[in-house]
Every structure is written in C-alpha cells, then in structure tokens.
C-alpha cells in the first residue's frame, strides 16, 4: 500500500504541475515528510518507479530534453477516460495530501462509509477468481438473517455505501446486495463465469444510482432549476445523459434520459424548490402527490 502511495503521489505530483523538473519533484518528495521521510527523490528510484507505473497503470511518464528536461502525462487521457484509474488515483492523492497534514486532522472533516472495508476485500477476491461468494445478509426491513449464494458480478460505490451486484444462485435472479446489511462473507469453492455480454456501466447506464428496476423505463426528464442552483447541476450533473437546453437571468432546464426510479425522484425531493420537474407528465403528478403528502404532515 505504501508503494502505490508513492506512486500515486507521482503521478499526482505531475499531473498538477504540467511539467516539472527532476529536481523539483525530488524536493516536494523531500517535503512529503509521512512518506518520503526527508529524503530526496533519487534519480535512479524514479526511473523505477516510472517504470513501475507504466506496467500497473499504462500511464507514461515522458520527458521533454528541450528547455530543460521536464516531465510530463504523455498519455492523460488515459487517466481522464477510465473512471476507475482517475477516481483510485484522486483518492489516493487526496489521501496524501491529508497525510501531510495530519497536524489539521481535527479540521479535516471526512464522511464515514458504512463496512466500506469489512467485506469488499473478500467480495473483490471472489470477483477477481470468479468464484461465488457466501453471505450471511440481513436486509433493512427483514427481522432475521439469511444465508444466501451469490456470484458477484460488479460493486458500485454510492452515495457513501459500497453495493454486490449478483445473481442470488438459489433464485437465479440480480440482486443488488448493501455491504453494510452483510454480516458475514466467505468465498465458497462453486465458480461462474460472468455472460461476455454483460457491462456493469451498460447494466447501471439508464438509473440515476443503484435502484436499477427493469420495470421502470428510461424517459426524457425535464427539469428547471432555480438560478442559485443551476451551477451545482452543471458542476456535477445528476446524470451521464445530462444536458443543459436552456439558459435564462431567472433559471435553466436540463434533459436527461433516464428511469425515474425511487432514489431518483428522492434527489429531486432532496433540492426542494429549487427544482422543478418540467416533462414527463407522470412524474410531475408523482412529485406533486409527494410534496402534497408532506404538506399534510406538517399541517397535522
């Protein structure tokens, strides 16, 4: 774990700086106290771990000799396209970068992840053999526990939980499994083999998050945003298939594709009146019976 630090502190270090010489990376290594140790970045050291980063990661780490020997990405879209590469890479470098500061850690606030560790190390390595998984699994709205077989097909981090998407064996159905609601997990000797046509970004492409109901169809949302909240949809839309079609003083209307599934209609609750639900009609009169339902809560 250490050494992918290191090189994740690399490739960030680099990344962030365009170009930069050897001596400069050497004396921010020497600077990284948690992982450098006030030594300097050798000369030798780097070009093995140039070379180390090329075969783990594909990512190339040239050098321009004219103006001074530079180092540069030559390859950045190959962290940019791969959504997996640049999240593990930003995670780590953000990791770093609060293990340099360590001495703020009582001003550095982080959000927990529920049994983010307990059972995605086991899961991974069932997923990796192509082996089924036993799991003893305690939904949220069932009193008692289950033993149930799965072959893990993928997991998805969201919304600060880590989810299984597998095929229950004994029901042979998907299933998308909570790894906080897993109490137990164990890799059984049974193995699968996952169909050559399946695509974990296909299978998630037409839901906003992880409810992916094949009973609810993917449709034109149109939704209007209040001015004060139309920079946070177009800094992180709510959706892939997000577009922006118009752009007012007072507001904007964003189009997107996809199924209105509950946790879906649940983020657009979550904005209150700074969004408003344009087209399809449905799910206009859905959101009215909801905010109607709250209205006579809080009047009661």
Same mark, same amino acid.
């Given at each position: 774990?250490?050494?992918?630090?290191?090189?994740?502190?690399?490739?960030?270090?680099i990344?962030?700086?365009?170009?930069?010489?050897?001596?400069?990376?050497?004396d921010?290594? =020497?600077r990284? /106290? @948690?992982?450098s140790?006030?030594?300097p970045l050798?000369? +030798?050291?780097f070009?093995?771990?140039?070379?180390? %980063?090329?075969?783990?990661?594909?990512?190339?780490?040239?050098?321009?000799?004219?103006?001074?020997?530079?180092y540069y990405?030559?390859?950045?879209?190959?962290?940019?396209?791969?959504?997996?590469?640049?999240?593990?890479?930003?995670?780590f470098?953000?990791?770093?970068?609060?293990?340099?500061?360590?001495?703020?850690?009582?001003?550095?606030?982080v959000?927990?992840?529920?049994?983010?560790?307990s059972?995605l190390a086991?899961?991974? =390595?069932?997923? /990796? @053999?192509?082996?089924?998984?036993?799991?003893?699994?305690r +939904?949220?709205?069932?009193s008692?526990?289950?033993? %149930?077989?799965?072959e893990?097909?993928?997991?998805k981090?969201?919304?600060?939980?880590?989810?299984?998407?597998?095929?229950?064996v004994?029901k042979?159905?998907?299933r998308?499994?909570?790894l906080?609601?897993i109490?137990?997990a164990?890799?059984?000797?049974?193995?699968?083999?996952?169909?050559?046509?399946?695509?974990?970004?296909?299978?998630f492409?037409?839901y906003?998050?992880?409810?992916?109901?094949?009973?609810?169809?993917?449709?034109?949302?149109?939704i209007?945003?209040?001015?004060?909240?139309?920079?946070?949809?177009?800094?992180?839309?709510?959706?892939?298939s997000?577009?922006?079609?118009?752009?007012?003083?007072?507001?904007?209307e964003?189009?997107?594709f996809?199924?209105?599934?509950?946790?879906?209609?649940?983020?657009l609750?979550?904005?209150g009146?700074?969004?408003?639900?344009i087209?399809p009609?449905?799910?206009?009169?859905?959101?009215?019976?909801l905010?109607?339902?709250?209205?006579?809560k809080y009047?009661?």
């Amino acid at each position: 774990m250490i050494q992918l630090q290191k090189y994740t502190w690399l490739i960030e270090t680099i990344r962030r700086a365009g170009m930069i010489s050897h001596k400069e990376l050497s004396d921010r290594w =020497e600077r990284c /106290k @948690d992982l450098s140790d006030y030594r300097p970045l050798h000369r +030798a050291t780097f070009n093995r771990w140039r070379d180390a %980063i090329y075969s783990q990661f594909g990512i190339i780490i040239s050098c321009k000799r004219v103006g001074g020997y530079l180092y540069y990405i030559e390859n950045p879209e190959d962290i940019d396209d791969d959504k997996l590469k640049k999240w593990m890479l930003d995670s780590f470098a953000v990791g770093n970068l609060i293990g340099e500061n360590l001495s703020m850690k009582d001003r550095i606030l982080v959000d927990h992840i529920p049994s983010g560790q307990s059972h995605l190390a086991t899961i991974l =390595e069932a997923m /990796k @053999d192509n082996r089924v998984v036993n799991i003893v699994y305690r +939904a949220f709205q069932y009193s008692k526990s289950y033993d %149930i077989a799965v072959e893990p097909y993928c997991v998805k981090l969201f919304e600060n939980r880590w989810y299984m998407l597998g095929r229950n064996v004994d029901k042979d159905v998907m299933r998308l499994y909570g790894l906080d609601r897993i109490e137990t997990a164990e890799i059984g000797e049974q193995k699968f083999l996952v169909p050559k046509s399946f695509s974990a970004t296909d299978y998630f492409s037409n839901y906003y998050g992880i409810i992916a109901d094949e009973s609810i169809e993917p449709v034109t949302v149109v939704i209007r945003a209040e001015k004060n909240h139309t920079p946070y949809l177009k800094s992180l839309p709510l959706h892939h298939s997000q577009r922006l079609v118009e752009d007012t003083d007072n507001y904007s209307e964003f189009r997107l594709f996809v199924a209105p599934t509950f946790d879906f209609i649940m983020k657009l609750l979550q904005a209150g009146p700074l969004i408003e639900v344009i087209a399809p009609e449905e799910l206009r009169d859905t959101m009215r019976d909801l905010v109607s339902q709250m209205n006579e809560k809080y009047n009661d």
